[in-house]
């Protein structure tokens, strides 16, 4: 066929390219300013003029309203000297606006579009390094899923989870919504007794007696890597640096389903290096969750659907797993690359599953992610131009680019590569990359 054609062409040129890039010295550039090497047009944010580096929350959430009443503190690199700072919001009530000296500043809240709400524009100083925020959430956020006790498997508390993919962190904090804005953050989150807060960030394991938790993530992350789980949940171990969160009645199944993960870890490290972040958890969460899986630092988010009793469906977690290096560490710079996402991780994804359980069990997962493949292209069109690995999703949700293209035939066409170059050779670029351009 025509396009596989094309495909092995293109892999053979870059193939060229991966193994100079192995090869090419470290720049010496110590600037600490960002490269903005393309616009993300998802964001109103110019981290070209100033940068968030450091953010701290401290949130009061009221499950009676529905609402997360909340002050952000963030730090500041104002490297261009501009005397404004734009970040994105969506349906926040912005109550007010400080500098570091504790003075008010002018602020003004834009037009409202519905995919990107609203920019919220900020005078600031050449000097200014610190900015803070009161404001509150909408009871209809879109990152904020609010659970009824009854939606619940206990059916006695109420459940709170965000998502803040691909560009819904501005609905729930004031922030630089953009995959490539990077930024540490710590958190003071205030609620009700006897509910467990946790976060893309170190993790208690226990329920604190006043419902006051405090968080930490050293190493920088985007906006739409930032999440919050609120529940009656319970924790346990799966290993060393792996551990389990779940509703009470049913934390023990799912510590069963996921015996594996510490072996997971450790395949991934002997294949592409370190594991980074420190602790690999994941929480169960009820099934509204509308994703199989969300990679958040350090709390892997999970559907209940995969608890099918046998450990059939932890490919699922593998795949979260390789989003520790490919995704969080390594980071489309916007939404139209999302493949650098998901098709380096399909990829991780399929090799951690060959070294845990064998070959003949990751070509079947390889044949079938080849069948969906199929189908969405067979369901866009051949000539759409959303078969391409490269998006052009200005004007448009980002999460139209959630499909098949970006996961399968980004592995299919880093696979393609690896025939051409070697595994040996691939993996040895795969490890440079990850550690070339971490965080």
């Not at 903005?36 to 009676?64: A, C, G, Q, R």
């Not at 104002?78 to 002018?106: C, F, M, Q």
């Not at 930490?216 to 919050?228: E, G, R, T």
Request: net charge negative; aromatic share 10%.
């Amino acid at each position: 066929m025509r396009s596989l054609t094309i495909k092995n062409a293109v892999a053979l040129s870059l193939s060229l390219v991966l193994m100079a890039a192995c090869s090419a010295p470290k720049s010496d550039d110590t600037n600490n300013s960002p490269t903005i090497l393309k616009k993300d047009h998802h964001s109103y944010s110019e981290p070209d003029k100033v940068v968030i580096t450091n953010l701290h929350l401290d949130l009061d959430v009221d499950f009676e309203n529905k609402i997360l009443n909340g002050r952000a503190d963030l730090n500041v690199n104002n490297h261009s000297g501009t005397d404004k700072l734009i970040l994105d919001t969506r349906g926040l009530t912005i109550k007010s606006v400080t500098l570091e000296d504790g003075k008010a500043t002018p602020f003004a809240l834009g037009a409202d579009d519905k995919h990107y709400g609203s920019p919220l524009t900020i005078d600031i100083s050449s000097n200014t390094k610190k900015v803070s925020i009161e404001y509150s959430t909408d009871p209809k956020a879109p990152a904020l899923q609010w659970l009824s006790p009854a939606q619940t498997r206990g059916g006695v508390h109420p459940f709170l989870f965000t998502q803040s993919q691909a560009i819904l962190a501005r609905s729930w904090l004031p922030c630089q919504d953009s995959p490539g804005v990077k930024f540490t953050y710590t958190a003071t989150v205030k609620v009700p007794q006897g509910l467990l807060a946790l976060m893309s960030a170190e993790n208690s394991r226990e329920k604190s007696a006043d419902g006051i938790y405090k968080f930490k993530m050293p190493q920088p992350i985007p906006s739409y890597l930032m999440a919050l789980s609120i529940g009656d949940l319970e924790y346990r171990s799966l290993g060393q640096t792996a551990g389990v969160y779940a509703e009470p009645d049913f934390v023990d199944a799912c510590a069963y389903e996921f015996a594996d993960v510490q072996e997971m870890i450790n395949q991934s490290e002997e294949l592409y290096g370190k594991y980074r972040w420190g602790q690999y958890d994941i929480i169960v969460l009820p099934p509204s969750f509308p994703f199989g899986g969300m990679e958040n630092p350090r709390l892997t988010f999970a559907t209940p659907t995969i608890i099918a009793g046998d450990r059939s469906l932890v490919a699922l977690i593998a795949h979260e797993l390789a989003h520790s290096w490919s995704g969080n560490l390594v980071t489309n710079a916007t939404w139209d690359d999302f493949w650098l996402n998901e098709g380096f991780t399909v990829y991780f994804e399929n090799r951690i599953m060959e070294k845990v359980y064998g070959r003949e069990y990751s070509e079947m997962l390889e044949q079938l992610g080849l069948q969906d493949l199929l189908e969405t292209i067979d369901e866009l069109g051949t000539e759409n131009d959303d078969t391409k690995l490269l998006l052009e999703l200005k004007g448009r949700d980002p999460d139209e680019g959630l499909t098949d293209i970006a996961y399968e035939k980004g592995r299919f066409f880093l696979k393609t590569v690896e025939t051409a170059v070697g595994r040996e050779k691939f993996d040895a670029f795969l490890n440079k990359y990850f550690n070339e351009f971490a965080f």
